[in-house]
């Protein structure tokens, strides 16, 4: 089955400073990539997605790049803000066979200082 | 638009003991996923279902089951509970297949 890497698994960086969060993933038959942020007691939130037909996309400070050749897919935040300090995964699914099952990877802890 | 609903929110249960854990989600969303999640291992996929049929199944025995309803409320079942059951549990529903999926805010899940 798919299997999801994720790295770092904490990452601490200045306010205003780029945060970059890195995931490689097993399948290549996946075509959807979700990254979600999880703030303290609450469930996982999407940020932005990616299908495997489109190599960067972009959403005012967050950004997502693939490279299906490599199988590695990559966060990318602009000018964090304390309110980007979260838990943010990486994940990864396929369309065929039908259904929706996401893996997950281990998360990162990103802690954006003052 | 009310979002994805889950109950209870926090559950305390003794080993050997069975639990349900009820999910409702975002109105026009015929897809179900129920995942648990531990510091340990993780956000992990438990199952799917879909106009009240399984469709997608992860890796975990057979104590854990769900179903759905025709209203596309789900349900989840642990029986026989462990001490390892402690976990947070996420419901997520889907409009359609590999779109976002929009999740609960968990059940808490502790066994003692």
């Known amino acids: 089955g798919e299997n999801v890497e994720q790295h770092p698994s904490t990452l601490s960086v200045q306010e205003g400073d780029s945060a970059v969060i890195k995931c490689t993933y097993s399948?290549?038959?996946?075509?959807?990539f979700p990254w979600y942020k999880q703030e303290l007691g609450k469930g996982p939130q999407l940020i932005i997605d990616i299908r495997s037909n489109v190599g960067e996309k972009k959403d005012q400070r967050i950004a997502v790049t693939l490279n299906k050749t490599a199988k590695h897919f990559s966060l990318h935040i602009t000018e964090t803000q304390p309110e980007d300090s979260a838990v943010y995964f990486c994940?990864?699914?396929?369309?065929?066979?039908?259904?929706?099952?996401?893996?997950f990877g281990t998360g990162t802890q990103l802690k954006v200082e003052l | 638009k009310a979002g994805v609903t889950q109950t209870p929110r926090y559950l305390i249960k003794t080993r050997g003991q069975q639990v349900t854990l009820s999910c409702s989600p975002i109105s026009g969303h015929r897809s179900v996923s129920w995942y648990q999640q531990t510091p340990g291992q993780g956000l992990q996929f438990l199952f799917e279902?879909?106009?009240?049929?399984?469709?997608n199944k992860g890796n975990f025995p057979g104590r854990f089951s769900g179903r759905q309803f025709s209203n596309s409320r789900s349900e989840m079942n642990v029986s026989t509970l462990e001490l390892g059951d402690s976990a947070l549990y996420l419901c997520?529903?889907?409009?359609?297949?590999?779109?976002?999926?929009?999740f609960g805010q968990g059940t808490r899940l502790t066994v003692v």
């Open positions: 997520a529903s889907n409009r359609g297949v590999n779109t976002e999926a929009f």
């Open positions: 994940a990864a699914s396929k369309s065929t066979g039908g259904g929706n099952k996401l893996t």
């Open positions: 399948d290549s038959a996946s075509n959807y």
């Open positions: 279902y879909f106009s009240e049929t399984q469709r």
